[in-house]
């Protein structure tokens, strides 16, 4: 059983940095991409990152493209989402999740961490 949990949320000053985990367990995710996600108070979730976890190739979406890095350690089975320049428009529960390779899909997601960026 997959399970994703993410940690490192609160809240940070505009212009601040942080770093969000998402530790996943319950299988080896050599063939498997993690992606980052957000979703703000009545607005729809949005897709921030990915990373495939063999090769480390990394993708972003253009809102927090030269602001965000997504990061994996294959020793602790972790992905890392770094976050600087924050906006308080960054404000949102950040989800991680998981997908095989082959599928679109995103089948498998954490509980989501509260990131609060203050003005």
């Known amino acids: 059983q997959v399970q994703l949990v993410e940690s490192g949320g609160g809240l940070v000053q505009a212009g601040g940095s942080m770093r969000l985990s998402c530790a996943a367990s319950?299988?080896?995710?050599?063939?498997?991409?993690m992606g980052w996600f957000r979703q703000a108070p009545g607005k729809e979730r949005e897709f921030l990152a990915h990373?495939?976890?063999?090769?480390?190739?990394?993708s972003y979406a253009d809102s927090v493209k030269g602001r965000f890095t997504i990061s994996r350690d294959n020793a602790k089975n972790t992905v890392y989402l770094q976050m600087s320049s924050l906006k308080p428009e960054d404000t949102a529960v950040y989800y991680c999740?998981?997908?095989?390779?082959?599928?679109?899909?995103?089948?498998?997601w954490g509980q989501g961490t509260q990131v609060t960026v203050s003005s």
């Open positions: 319950g299988r080896t995710f050599s063939s498997y991409v």
């Open positions: 990373i495939v976890w063999s090769g480390g190739e990394t």
């Open positions: 999740a998981g997908r095989v390779i082959s599928r679109g899909r995103y089948d498998y």
